[in-house]
């Protein structure tokens, strides 16, 4: 599982059948630079290009989401369906602790 935020919702005029109804989210995913910073201060985009995530939580623009990819983000269906993310979790509050 991978973090990220969300920056924005995507919206279809067509879409898969088994899809319909579906929400859509542009997450612009965490790198280390995003554990690294302040945990007051409010990072950044990500400098990776960000990607598409399929909803079905309500994950909301500017919250933090944790999302899986590849084979792991079809699990949830019953038919084969085509989506490369899908949200796993609302993530309320992230606490980073490195070892040195």
Known sequence: MRL???IGRVTLSRTVPALAG?????VSPFTRDHFQ???NARPGL???????????LGG???????FVEGREAAQ??????PVDAINAALVDAIFYSPVR
């Open 60 to 66: 909301g623009v500017g919250q933090t989401i944790g």
């Open 4 to 6: 990220g935020t969300v």
């Open 76 to 81: 949830p269906f019953d038919e084969p369906t």
């Open 22 to 26: 579906a929400r859509w989210l542009v």
């Open 37 to 39: 910073s302040d945990a």
């Open 46 to 56: 990500s400098k990776d290009p960000s990607l598409v995530v399929y909803d079905a």
